[in-house]
């Protein structure tokens, strides 16, 4: 059984730019959410996709945006980043929306912003 | 879902156990109690989840007050490995639609294992 796996591990970007950020979610999930978190603090959560479609979304600009393929995988979307979006953006899995035991988490990418 | 309220930092000795606490007095009667853990760089970890019964696994072991107000995380036989942030979320567990699919984090406890 594979984990979440996340692409790519790391990403340096400048202010203005666009970037997409991918997720694999672990085998038998069907469920994928994208946190942000910045340093020092608690991953926040960005949205939710399920069966395809958002299901659920945090305190976020439109900028942020997502897609769940077919085989479950997502990917993030950051239009026009600020400097702010520097975080560890963390994809989680699950089955049904939510699992028995919650959610199974990548490594995450670290994005900077500069 | 209930806010909860954990201390910043603890240490513990290695080998010894590491009881971590947390205030939910907030919580409804159909919130479970969960903890995570996140190892520096990495995502974060399951470890636990109770509603109102004491609850054991391969990790930890959780307590919850019979008022279940607050809750404890225990780890028996601390290692450095085990030396983290440590996060306690309350939280419906099954996704019945609406605004319960997500996980609300706090900043954590951040228990160091000294040698």
């Known amino acids: 059984e594979t984990g979440v796996t996340q692409s790519p591990t790391h990403l340096i970007k400048t202010r203005g730019q666009q970037v997409t950020l991918r997720c694999s979610s672990q085998s038998g999930h069907n469920t994928v959410s994208w946190y942000q978190q910045a340093l020092g603090q608690g991953p926040q959560f960005i949205f939710q996709?399920?069966?395809?479609?958002?299901?659920g979304r945090g305190n976020f600009p439109p900028r942020f945006s997502g897609l769940q393929f077919p085989n479950y995988s997502s990917e993030l979307n950051v239009n026009a980043l600020e400097l702010d979006d520097s975080a560890l953006y963390l994809c989680?899995?699950?089955?049904?929306?939510?699992?028995?035991?919650?959610?199974?988490f990548g490594s995450g990418t670290r994005l900077t912003v500069v | 879902d209930a806010k909860t309220t954990q201390p910043t930092s603890m240490d513990c000795a290695e080998g010894r156990a590491a009881n971590l606490p947390c205030n939910h007095s907030t919580i409804s009667g159909n919130e479970y109690v969960y903890w995570y853990r996140q190892i520096h760089s990495q995502g974060p970890q399951y470890i636990i989840h109770g509603l109102k019964n004491n609850e054991t696994n391969e990790m930890a072991s959780l307590i919850i007050t019979e008022d279940r107000k607050s809750s404890t995380l225990i780890l028996p036989h601390a290692t450095l490995r085990d030396t983290a942030v440590y996060y306690c979320i309350v939280r419906v567990a099954k996704n019945s639609g609406g605004s319960n699919y997500k996980l609300t984090f706090g900043k954590g406890t951040l228990l160091t294992v000294n040698p």
């Open positions: 989680a899995s699950s089955s049904q929306g939510w699992g028995n035991y919650g959610y199974t």
């Open positions: 996709y399920y069966r395809e479609e958002e299901n």
